[in-house]
């Protein structure tokens, strides 16, 4: 079963209004959905999209692309997202000088967060908790 099959598969079982893009390169598979139930996909801060990806990537992980599943670019949004959160922290903890705890996230979101500030001389940040209790903690240095 190839993955359009599963997807395609995926969508008639679930009776989902939705539409399947693929586009395939050296290294990664992008899935993109659309359609009237795509807010299904997205419910829960996405984590039905987050599981769908897992499950593809298990499925076929005999494959050397790793698979990422979005749907009406809502990564791409949550990316802007992310960084609009950090900035707007570093700026608080800048002007308070008290530690700033953010709500808990994936691996790839703190990355992002992490990121988007660590080139700032006044601000640093550390991931705190454990499994999906894990969050980025912004500092005054």
Not at 5 to 28: G, K, R
Not at 55 to 82: M, P, S, T, W
Not at 127 to 138: H, L
């Amino acid at each position: 079963m190839t993955l359009r099959e599963f997807l395609n598969l995926f969508i008639q079982s679930s009776q989902f209004q939705l539409e399947v893009d693929i586009i395939e390169d050296e290294t990664q598979v992008k899935v993109n959905f659309t359609g009237e139930d795509s807010g299904l996909l997205l419910a829960r801060m996405a984590s039905p999209l987050y599981a769908l990806e897992y499950l593809c990537n298990r499925l076929f992980e005999g494959h050397k692309e790793q698979i990422i599943v979005d749907c009406n670019n809502y990564r791409g949004a949550r990316v802007k997202e992310l960084k609009l959160m950090a900035v707007t922290a570093a700026e608080t903890v800048q002007r308070t000088g008290d530690p700033l705890k953010l709500s808990p996230m994936s691996p790839e979101e703190r990355r992002i967060v992490h990121l988007t500030v660590s080139n700032s001389e006044t601000i640093r940040t550390e991931s705190e908790g454990y499994n999906e209790n894990r969050s980025v903690v912004f500092y005054p240095r």
